[in-house]
């Protein structure tokens, strides 16, 4: 697996793409450092564009990978290789590109900007930790849709329509549920709400970190309790884990059955 | 070497492998013919393991391939269409596979025999079918297993490159390889193959050679032999 995996990250190394990628973060984080004097707020903007654009990034990036190197693919297969590891190695190499991309263009600009002797330091790193995690759920993800649809355009449909589902319609759907049954006790079952959709669950974490959960009243305060812990802070790296690993698994089951 | 029973594979609703026992227990050239879509290339990739059979069992050297992909280092495959990687150079990709399978030094002679020194730093993207398909051969054969299964090798090679891979060919049924072939060039399969393997409908209608066909069909031609069983089926 190691060998796949280090072919698929230098051939994504070696993709102008990955450079865009690095660049738009190392831009974003100069602009948002330097000419803004609220580190907390740089922070918040940072989380609300990695909340959104990473696990896109992370889906789009997933699906192409995977068609495009089908030729490659099938040499592999070919040869005297697991399947599990081949697939295995191709998806860790596009979600350790993608996260070095990630964690070397908002890394730098940090760094330039004296991160390491701020408090901010905490925070920054949970960012980053979360990002990370986006990163090979929505690559898993994306893996699994290209290796069910051998159709290109389906794929590529699916997966956009995950990511759409999942980074806003979820959370329209999920506001209205509460709407709708304000009379009754909703904390739990917000609080399992949150869990159930990772960019929910990261963002929340995100933000309760900041320590600005007062604005979010009464649940906030329940939040507050739950993820504010360390018992929550455990249980949420717990379920984002849970949210890389079943999808794997997926993928090693899914590639064993296929043909090609 | 090769023990095929009863061999089943549908895709969707169209059943492609009606149950295939094929047996190649010596070495020598085998090719297998047939139709279009008549699942040559089928029981050639469930032999790779790259098509999941729905029932029957493979064994190559007596191990069920089923779950396994360690045998597949006793097997070079020529692909049907030369598809690399276009963002990589030749010598990239060929150091790549070897990387991945184990070391060889064949690939210089073969290399030789292509002729291929002058793309070796080209990106496999920009090389022309044939340029592609030698590259392919040079894949295949450098690993110097005891089964070949060559999927369309003459596909846009010129007469010279032709002429090299028949005596490629023979070279290592020399060896004692069990060599499988499909083409659709009947005379390059009466030139080189010791064996016909003929599959029609999903199964195998002959397994002979070439002179068992002649008899069988009453003509005295191979390449009418092959045509008077089409005939005969689709009429």
Avoid: C
């Avoid at chain 2, 295939?20 to 227990?25: A, P, S, W």
């Avoid at chain 2, 297993?145 to 032709?162: H, K, M, N, Q, Y």
């Amino acid at each position: 697996m190691l060998k796949i995996l280090k072919y698929s990250f230098f051939d994504l190394m070696r993709s102008s793409w990955s450079y865009v990628y690095f660049a738009f973060y190392l831009l974003l984080g100069i602009v948002l450092l330097f000419l803004n004097s609220d580190l907390s707020k740089a922070v918040i903007t940072l989380m609300n564009v990695i909340i959104v654009l990473v696990p896109l990034i992370g889906t789009i990036f997933g699906v192409m990978y995977y068609y495009n190197s089908k030729e490659f693919t099938e040499l592999l297969l070919a040869q005297p290789l697991k399947r599990s590891s081949i697939f295995l190695g191709q998806y860790f190499g596009v979600a350790l590109s993608l996260s070095m991309s990630l964690i070397l263009g908002l890394g730098i600009p940090f760094i330039a900007y004296g991160l390491f002797k701020s408090n901010a330091i905490w925070d920054f790193s949970l960012l980053l930790i979360v990002g990370v995690f986006l990163t090979f759920i929505f690559s898993a993800l994306a893996f699994n849709i290209a290796l069910s649809n051998e159709n290109k355009i389906k794929g590529f449909g699916y997966a956009i329509l995950m990511w759409l589902f999942l980074a806003i319609i979820y959370d329209g759907l999920f506001l209205m549920s509460l709407i709708i049954f304000e009379d009754y006790p909703l904390d739990k079952v917000s609080l399992i709400g949150t869990m159930l959709n990772p960019i929910d669950l990261s963002r929340t974490l995100i933000l309760l970190k900041l320590d600005i959960s007062a604005l979010l009243g009464y649940t906030g305060a329940v939040f507050k309790q739950f993820f504010g812990t360390s018992f929550g802070l455990i249980i949420s790296i717990f379920a984002l884990i849970i949210w890389v690993a079943l999808p794997v698994l997926r993928i090693i089951h899914k590639s064993k059955k296929k043909d090609f | 070497m090769v023990e095929i029973v009863d061999l089943h594979k549908k895709f969707g609703k169209n059943n492609v492998l009606n149950g295939v026992d094929l047996n190649i227990n010596e070495g020598g050239i085998f090719a297998v013919l047939g139709p279009n879509g008549s699942g040559k290339t089928t029981i050639i990739k469930s032999i790779l393991g790259m098509v999941i059979p729905d029932n029957g069992t493979i064994k190559v050297f007596n191990t069920n391939i089923k779950k396994n992909s360690n045998y597949r280092s006793k097997i070079d495959y020529l692909p049907q269409i030369a598809n690399f990687p276009s963002n990589l150079k030749v010598i990239e990709l060929i150091k790549m596979i070897k990387d991945l399978r184990g070391q060889t030094n064949n690939d210089q002679k073969l290399i030789e025999t292509f002729k291929l020194q002058p793309f070796l730093n080209k990106k496999l993207g920009t090389l022309s079918g044939g340029t592609k398909q030698k590259v392919n051969l040079v894949l295949t054969f450098m690993f110097d297993s005891p089964i070949v299964i060559l999927d369309e090798p003459t596909t846009g090679l010129d007469p010279i490159s032709l002429i090299r891979l028949k005596e490629l060919i023979t070279v290592e049924k020399k060896k004692g390889k069990a060599i499988l072939i499909t083409s659709h060039i009947m005379s390059f399969v009466e030139e080189v193959a010791d064996q016909i393997v003929f599959i029609l409908e999903g199964k195998i209608y002959f397994k002979g050679s070439i002179e068992e066909l002649k008899t069988k069909t009453e003509q005295n031609d191979f390449e009418h032999a092959i045509a008077n069983i089409l005939t005969k089926n689709h009429a």
